[in-house]
Every structure is written in structure tokens, then in C-alpha cells.
Antibody
Framework: EVQLLESGGGLVQRGGSLRLSCEAS????????MSWVRQAPGKGLEWVSL????????SSADSVKGRFTISRDNSKNTLYLQMDSLRVEDTAVYYC?????????????WGQGTLVTVSS | SYELTQPLSVSVALGQTARLTCGEN??????VHWYQHKPGQAPVLVMY???NRPSGIPERFSGSNSGNTATLTISRAEAGDEADYYC????????FGGGTRLTVL
């Protein structure tokens, strides 16, 4: 069974840092691009960052560019999101999502999410 | 920036047909994907590349995309279909619509 399990969320003060992890199982991790998507309270889904299967290519939303860094360790089947200079508006549930290998433009598996709360 | 427009809410009577729309001037030239998201759960892909249902998604779900509107159609609506639905495209980056809350009456 394909599974994604996020961890690392919690409460942090404005300006602080946090690292999220997403452990993958049930598929060949290194063959799939992966992404982070978030949902702020009462808001819709917002794409955050994307990384290619081998990790050589990344992209991020303007709202997090320069503050968040996506990375992966294919030997550990794990995706990461390093979040620095956190803002109150970064408060959200953060989802890890697997990009569909056959289409490369949509997400076919999602994790349950991990909550990040940034206090002022 | 590229924006996808979805109605905030749609209501449908039990057993009737719901049509959820996603609008943008050039959307007909894009591959549109749809996700179902229930509170406290992981989002679920219910339609990919306009008209394709992933395995496990009921045939009651269908999709179309033409001109400036993509549509997710849910036939014979059930109580379990009540959720937020998001459209998504790839436009050099990932773009989500604002989401539609589907209420089954």
C-alpha cells in the first residue's frame, strides 16, 4: 500500500524554524516528484514546493521563496521541508503529496498532514 | 498570475446531479485535475487529465473541459460526496482553484 506519513509539525514563534518530514512507503520513491501543499485555517489548498525525483530540480511558491527549502533523501524514502523565518500566516496543515509518475502534473497520493502553528 | 475560479459553494439534493465548475480563459487548453477533501482527511484525487477517473472512484464522477470552463459532474449524489472540491492545473507551477464546498441536501 502506498503511504505518506508527515511529522515534525508543532507550535513555533514568529521568526523561528521548523523541519517537516514525510516518510514514504509502497512505491519507488526516487522515481516520483514530490510536493508540499498547505491549508491555512478556513482557507483552500495552497501549493508550497516541488522537488524532482532525484532532487536536482526544485520550485517554490512566491509566498515561501527564500524562507522554505524542500529536499529529499532517497536512501531514506523521506521528503523534507525546512521552514525558516516563519510568519503567522504560515500557520496551516502541511500535506506531503506524491506526483503521479505517469502524468507528472497531478498528485495521486497524499499524506494525512501535520499542523504547524506560528504564534506572534 | 494564473488563477482558477471556483464557486464557493454548491448544493445538490440527494440523488440529483451536481456540477462543479473551474474557470479560466485558457483552461480548455490545460489538463485539469480534481481533488475531494473532507475535514480531517487527506485530499483524494477523483479526476485527472479532465476526464479520467482513478481506480476506486465511482463512475458517478465524470469530468469535462472546454473553452473557459472545466466541470466535475457528480451524478446521483450521495451524502458521502459532501466535501470540498479543488481543481488544479500545471502552469509552470502547481495552481489550485479556491475550492467549492459541496452540500448534499
Amino acid at each position: 500500500e502506498v503511504q505518506l506519513l508527515e511529522s515534525g509539525g508543532g507550535l513555533v514563534q514568529r521568526g523561528g524554524s521548523l523541519r517537516l518530514s514525510c516518510e514514504a512507503s509502497g512505491f519507488t520513491f526516487s522515481k516520483n516528484a514530490m510536493s508540499w501543499v498547505r491549508q491555512a485555517p478556513g482557507k483552500g489548498l495552497e501549493w508550497v514546493s516541488l522537488i524532482s525525483g532525484r532532487g536536482g530540480s526544485t520550485s517554490s511558491a512566491d509566498s515561501v521563496k527564500g524562507r522554505f527549502t524542500i529536499s529529499r533523501d532517497n536512501s531514506k524514502n523521506t521528503l523534507y521541508l525546512q521552514m525558516d523565518s516563519l510568519r503567522v500566516e504560515d500557520t496551516a496543515v502541511y500535506y506531503c503529496a506524491k506526483m503521479d509518475q505517469s502524468t507528472s502534473d497531478n498528485f495521486d497520493v497524499w499524506g494525512q498532514g501535520t499542523l504547524v502553528t506560528v504564534s506572534s | 498570475s494564473y488563477e482558477l475560479t471556483q464557486p464557493l459553494s454548491v448544493s445538490v439534493a440527494l440523488g440529483q446531479t451536481a456540477r462543479l465548475t473551474c474557470g479560466e480563459n485558457t483552461i480548455g487548453s490545460k489538463n485539469v485535475h480534481w481533488y475531494q477533501h473532507k475535514p480531517g482527511q487527506a485530499p483524494v484525487l477523483v479526476m485527472y487529465r479532465n476526464t479520467n477517473r482513478p481506480s476506486g472512484i465511482p463512475e458517478r464522477f465524470s469530468g469535462s473541459n472546454s473553452g473557459n470552463t472545466a466541470t466535475l459532474t457528480i451524478s446521483r449524489a450521495e451524502a458521502g460526496d459532501e466535501a470540498d472540491y479543488y481543481c488544479q492545473v500545471w502552469n509552470s507551477v502547481v495552481v489550485f482553484g479556491g475550492g467549492t464546498r459541496l452540500t448534499v441536501l
